[in-house]
């Protein structure tokens, strides 16, 4: 999404804001780089003069490339962007943001190039500039953590609704601005793309946004030059660590989000312990205020969740606050892990200004979250659940939640994703054995590796625990055939579980992406149990 109003922005400004060590050339002149940002004299040669060239969007990916844009050539892990720096000119791209080892490439486009050390490092700022700073006036509330960040986005987005605003969302499963709904390649989009978003947001009036902040976005600098009015620390559990080199590196990349660079106010998670250790971390550096909440009540905190009343639908509690505030709230999803990510969500937006009773009452509203917890019902007699459960903390919290709900049995169908986290597989596996009564291990985007591989690790886990304490397994690759498999197994007062793919409406096998959607096959088996008789 890009804004239709954009600034002439001049590449020499842009060449003296970065300083020292950025050298903006235009690859035909005869004369060397110049340092500083300072523009090179007409160089009497083909090549266009950067002195006069005005960019008026940025976009990292080629394939995006509009007219009047900069393409930042950034180093990857697959390949360099300059490698596409042909490709970006044919698009209409004016001038080449890289690093020294994309020069050469970027160069024999003959658009002006500039140079810098580490573009990737620059790039938010660089694109808060293009768009002239789009995120000053937002009321922006980021939420970060393991699990819960799209579920609490998406009930701050109801309360600043409820608060008046217009408003805009930033994750997983969608972007929206002003209700306008865009598909989400990212969780936290690269900074270009963020700040354009930014910069339609501020077009079509949007004054407050929820937005999900990824460790990977941190870690890469996504969201640099972007300044969160709240932001949110929901838990810390097992993920991601084919990325970072452990828990403490992931934690600490996390932090980062708690520190002014980012944000003026920390809303954290007390009854998580890793929120427990964040919140004596900020809370010792004194620069930015904290304030705690507590769903368990196990920990003391500003904010706890009281009288929680838990249902198969969704919860009610008591919120109460500082000086004895005290409201009703409810959710509208099970289980108590959302009277937590409730309870976020009403804190955060208490703390970014809003009115108790409008933060309230947007968290009831809010219909649901797709792909968490979302029921699928065709009127038959157990229930049916739809959750992107794909982390051990979260399989856990979901079988435990709905234990409480089911008169019969539970059982999960559940796999784990190829091309990542490889140590999270084993807990997957236990945990699912161990909290459900049956579990039926199948395929979850296996992309490029040997998804026997993939259910080999998870059952690695199963043996952890003794037979006699574990669930019924069954191993059924073929994801469709699993979900029928369980469909065709409940009884009633069952309750079955269909973890881990959620909203996604895709398979990733090898290179290519499969149509698939566990909401739509689990209905259709659903349909056809019920049409059997
Ligand atoms: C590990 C990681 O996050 N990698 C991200 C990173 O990739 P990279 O820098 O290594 O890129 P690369 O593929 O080597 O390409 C280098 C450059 O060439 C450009 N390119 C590439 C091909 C082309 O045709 N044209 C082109 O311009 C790319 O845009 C890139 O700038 O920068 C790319 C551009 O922004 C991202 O697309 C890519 O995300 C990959 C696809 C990804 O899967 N990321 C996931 C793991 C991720 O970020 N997940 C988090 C957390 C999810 C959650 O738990 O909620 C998220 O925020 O989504
Ligand atoms: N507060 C919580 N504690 C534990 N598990 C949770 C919590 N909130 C959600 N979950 C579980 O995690 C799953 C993902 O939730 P959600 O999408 O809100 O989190 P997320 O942090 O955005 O995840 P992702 O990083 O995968 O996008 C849910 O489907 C549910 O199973
Ligand atoms: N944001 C997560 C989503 C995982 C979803 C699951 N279906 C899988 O493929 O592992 C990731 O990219 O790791
Ligand atoms: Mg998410």
């Not at 940025?58 to 697959?78: N, Q």
């Not at 700022?125 to 789009?134: L, R, S």
Request: hydrophobic share 40%.
């Amino acid at each position: 999404m890009r804004p239709l109003q954009n600034q002439l922005r001049p590449l020499t400004e842009l060449a003296r804001k970065l300083g020292s060590g950025a050298f903006l050339t235009c690859v035909d002149s005869t004369e060397p780089p110049l340092t500083e940002g300072a523009a090179p004299a007409a160089d009497g040669g083909a090549g266009p003069d950067p002195a006069e060239a005005t960019i008026t969007g940025i976009t990292h990916d080629s394939r995006a490339v509009r007219p009047g844009d900069l393409y930042a050539a950034l180093p990857g892990a697959r390949v360099h962007g300059a490698e596409f720096a042909a490709q970006a000119a044919d698009a209409g791209a004016v001038a080449i943001l890289t690093d020294p080892d994309g020069y050469d490439r970027a160069a024999g486009t003959r658009l002006p190039v500039l140079t810098v050390p580490d573009p990737r490092s620059r790039l938010g700022e660089i694109a808060a500039w293009v768009y002239g700073d789009p995120s000053d006036g937002l009321l922006l509330i980021g939420t970060t953590g393991t699990a819960g960040k799209t579920t609490v986005s998406y009930l701050v987005e109801a309360g600043l609704r409820a608060a008046g605003l217009t408003t805009g969302l930033i994750g997983t499963v969608e972007m929206r601005v002003a209700g306008e709904r865009v598909d989400a390649a990212l969780t936290t989009p690269e900074s270009t793309d963020l700040h354009g978003l930014f910069a339609v947001m501020r077009e079509r009036g949007v004054g407050g946004a929820a937005m999900e902040v990824s460790s990977h976005a941190l870690a890469m600098g996504r969201v640099a030059g972007t300044r969160y009015d709240v932001a949110v620390f929901t838990n810390l559990s097992q993920d991601h660590l084919d990325f970072h080199a452990d828990l403490r590196e992931y934690f600490d990349t996390k932090a980062m989000l708690f520190t002014p660079e980012y944000s003026r106010m920390a809303v954290v998670n007390a009854d998580d312990r890793f929120g427990r250790a964040l919140i004596d971390m900020v809370q010792a550096r004194g620069e930015v205020p904290v304030t705690t909440f507590s769903a368990e009540g196990d920990h003391e905190a500003d904010w706890r969740a009281d009288d929680v009343r838990l249902g198969p639908e969704g919860s009610a509690f008591r919120v109460v606050g500082p000086g004895g505030v005290e409201g009703e709230a409810t959710v509208r999803l099970p289980g108590p892990f959302n009277v937590s990510n409730a309870l976020a969500a009403i804190v955060g937006l208490i703390e970014a200004g809003i009115p108790m009773h409008e933060a309230i009452a947007g968290v009831a509203e809010c219909p649901g979250v797709p792909g968490r917890m979302e029921r699928v019902d065709e009127g038959q007699n157990f229930t049916a659940i739809v959750d992107y459960s794909h982390k051990p903390g979260a399989i856990e919290a979901v079988l435990t939640s709905v234990r409480e709900i089911a008169t019969g049995q539970v059982t999960m169908v559940v796999g784990c994703g190829g091309d990542r986290d490889r140590a999270k597989r084993p807990l997957m596996g236990e945990a699912a054995v161990r909290l459900a009564d049956t579990v039926v291990f199948t395929d979850d985007n296996p992309r490029t590796e040997d998804p026997v591989t993939i259910l080999a690790a998870m059952l690695d886990g199963v043996a952890k625990v003794p037979a006699d304490q574990r669930a019924r397994v069954t191993v059924e690759p073929d994801r469709a055939a699993a979900i029928e498999l369980a469909v065709d197994r409940a009884q009633p007062g069952d309750v079955l579980v269909v973890a881990g793919k959620g909203h996604e409406t895709g398979q990733y096998v090898g290179g290519e992406e499969l149509p698939f959607d566990d909401r739509r096959v689990l209905g259709d088996a659903l349909r056809w149990r019920l049409e059997q008789g």
